[in-house]
């Protein structure tokens, strides 16, 4: 008899989902518009505070296009991009043809590193290009180094799109994820925290670009009794029936996130028994990490055994694990773009990897994963 899967991050229900959808249903508002959109965006908003201002859309992979619009990026522009990412936080910037400059990690968060940065916005300014935006990422949902990245930011007065896909509900000194930057990202795919089986949002500082991001996300559409069009617009926006799942999500999300966390404790006590071996780890008491994914590290300096053959391993038990995203000056698609830093990105990707870290793990599952990693390392 086979076991059955155990998956890397499954969507988890919370079971009120359905009462929202039947009210999308029952008042017939399924399209992008009605009473849940509004009800979703105001949740979010109250979650977020610092003023936030929510537009849900279709992904977050558009709300980091429409954020970059928003900033003002246009074709020929550059945007510094974290290079240990999912492609999705750079993609955008080859859609509206402006060019990515990859910056590399640091060791304490796995984010952009701030040293990296500076120097790449020194170089890109000698080379008569100074970078119109900085994308930065919470890696796995722990937050970058906040403080030191924002500080270079504001010295050379380039805004931050900041990539908090994975990071909803981790904070930085009581502050929430995606109100750092000039514009916020969420998103609400099927694996993250929190779903709308696929979805997304931008954060805004203001009203008025709150506004700006939803009339570009509705086709651009003018005001006039006809159908007029002045800008290029976008199909991005968020259903009804989608937004309606999210409402139900947003009442668990709290739980959600401290079953990660549990996870991360899991898996903890395992591998501190186990030399050579790491996880990802909150620097200090400043930094509250979801853990949407706990990360492992194996020290090929102490263990004969990689993590390529752990997820093996870990396949063999029918169990999900993933290496870490390849960086983005490694993938073939952007390999001829601007690239600073070591080779901590590389490092990281080499010895790397995402363990099953889903809120709706058993007792059994736990016990099938601690099996696997006590066999495999003694």
């Given amino acids: 008899m086979s076991l059955s899967k155990i998956w890397l991050s499954s969507p988890h229900m919370g079971g009120n989902e359905l009462k929202y959808i039947h009210e999308a249903f029952d008042s017939n508002w399924v399209a992008p518009i009605g009473a849940n959109i509004d009800g979703f965006e105001l949740d979010l908003e109250n979650y977020l505070q610092e003023n936030s201002n929510v537009a849900v859309l279709n992904s977050g992979t558009a709300a980091i296009h429409l954020g970059l619009m928003l900033l003002g990026v246009q074709a020929g522009d550059e945007v510094i991009c974290q290079s240990l990412t999912f492609s999705a936080s750079v993609n955008p910037v080859i859609y509206i043809g402006a060019t990515p400059i990859f910056v590399d990690s640091e060791l304490q968060t796995w984010n952009i590193c701030p040293v990296a940065l500076e120097k790449a916005i020194i170089d890109r300014i000698q080379k008569g290009k100074k970078p119109k935006a900085i994308v930065t990422v919470h890696l796995y949902g722990m937050p970058f180094l906040i403080e030191q990245v924002c500080a270079v930011a504001a010295k050379y007065d380039i805004p931050i799109l900041e990539d908090s896909a994975e990071a909803m509900g981790s904070l930085y000194k009581g502050q929430r994820c995606g109100t750092f930057g000039a514009i916020g990202v969420l998103s609400f795919n099927g694996n993250k925290i929190i779903t709308t089986s696929g979805g997304g949002a931008l954060v805004a500082q203001s009203r008025t670009m709150k506004e700006k ?29 989608s937004a309606g799942i999210g409402r139900g999500q947003m009442e668990v999300l709290e739980l959600r996130v401290a079953q990660r966390r549990k996870m991360h404790e899991f898996y903890t006590r395992i591998i501190s028994l186990i ?14 990490s979801n853990f949407w994914l706990t990360t492992l590290l194996i ?12 997820r093996i391993a870990f396949g063999e038990a029918n169990i999900e694990s993933r290496p870490f995203w390849k960086p983005m000056h490694l993938q073939p698609v952007f390999a001829h773009y601007p690239y600073y830093g070591e080779r901590i990105a590389e490092t990281l990707f080499d010895q790397g990897l995402c363990l099953p870290s889903g809120s709706n793990l058993t007792d059994t599952d736990r016990q099938r994963i601690e099996n696997v990693l006590v066999d495999f390392f003694n």
């Fill in 213 to 241: 991001a939803i009339f570009l996300a509705t086709q651009a559409r003018d005001q006039a009794p006809h159908y007029q069009h002045s800008e290029i617009g976008y199909n991005y926006r968020m259903s009804n029936i």
């Fill in 275 to 288: 030399p050579g071996v790491s996880l990802l780890k909150e620097p200090n008491s400043d930094y509250f």
């Fill in 299 to 310: 020290d090929p300096t102490i263990q004969n055994k990689t993590s390529h053959d752990l």
